[in-house]
Every structure is written in C-alpha cells, then in structure tokens.
C-alpha cells in the first residue's frame, strides 16, 4: 500500500506551525526569565532588610551592655567580639555580605567617629517601595538601596515635623 503523498502546501502550513510554536516558547522564556529576575532581587530585599535589622539589633546590644558606658562601636569587628569585656561578648555572629551587592562593602554611619549604622553601597531601584514596619518607615519611597539605612536607633536619622533639620 502506498503512502499518501503530503503535498507542498501542507508542508509550508507546517512549517508556518513550528516557527509560531518557536515564537510562542521565546516570548514564554523572556516572561519567564523576567518573573525569575523580580524574584530574585525580591529575595535580596528581603536579606538586606534582614540584616540590616542583625545590625541594628547588634548595635543596640552593644550600646546598651550592661555596666559599660552607652557608647556605639568604633569597627564592625567590635560586635563580634566587644573588647570592652575579659571575654567573649558577640553581637553578632559574623559579619555579612551586601546581598545585592554580594560583597562586605557596607558604608558605615557614623557620629564622632563611632558606628550607628550602616547601608548599601547599590544604586539598583528598589522594587519594595512602601508597607514597611514601623521600624523601617524611614525606608520607604528611597530611590536607591544606599539611601536604606539602618542605624540603631531606627529613627537616628528622621526629621522631626515642622523644624526641617535631621537629628
């Protein structure tokens, strides 16, 4: 029995299938790769703001140690190990990368020398721009990761209403 012949239109009609079906997987893969970028610096939101408040919180343990004078740290190293103490006093762990950087290049903060806080070195737009916690308010509508900054404590940094200077 002999195979039906496929003519030369169906062929082109074929064709014309398969490059749509190519297009249609291309256009799939960029929307796909978009939604995996967003995520991903989502994800990076999320540690920065998390370790800012490691920070945060590691400062304030710091500033207020028992039987030691309220004073902030002059290094980073300080709040791993604090030589104010004959032993080991951590605040933190160890000190951790920018996760949108992806490097330890943290600008410090700094009143009369010593460390209140710490940013972001990133110029990238944040996507969070708003519904933040009460304590991180002074995050909201930034136009940069570097102006996320996350001192202890949390409103060093914020006007009060009416006398137009930062405290």
């Not at 404590?153 to 006398?163: A, E, H, I, K, W």
Request: net charge positive; no cysteine.
């Amino acid at each position: 029995m002999a195979r039906p012949s496929i003519s030369s239109e169906q062929r082109g009609f074929a064709y014309l299938w398969t490059l749509m079906l190519i297009a249609f997987m291309g256009v799939g893969l960029t929307i796909a790769a978009d939604l995996y970028a967003t995520a991903t610096r989502r994800d990076k939101e999320r540690e920065l703001i998390f370790i800012g408040h490691e920070f945060r919180v590691a400062l304030e343990r710091y500033y207020t140690a028992p039987g030691q004078p309220n004073q902030y740290p002059l290094t980073l190293e300080e709040l791993l190990k604090d030589p104010r103490f004959p032993g080991a006093r951590r605040y933190l762990r160890r000190l951790y990368n920018d996760p949108v950087t992806g490097k330890p290049d943290w600008v410090l903060v700094r009143q009369q020398g010593r460390i209140v806080g710490l940013r972001s070195l990133s110029t990238q737009r944040p996507i969070k721009q708003g519904n933040f916690d009460d304590d991180d308010v002074g995050l909201a509508n930034k136009t940069r990761y570097a102006d996320w900054v996350f001192t202890y404590p949390y409103d060093l940094f914020t006007p009060v209403p009416g006398d137009g200077v930062k405290h």
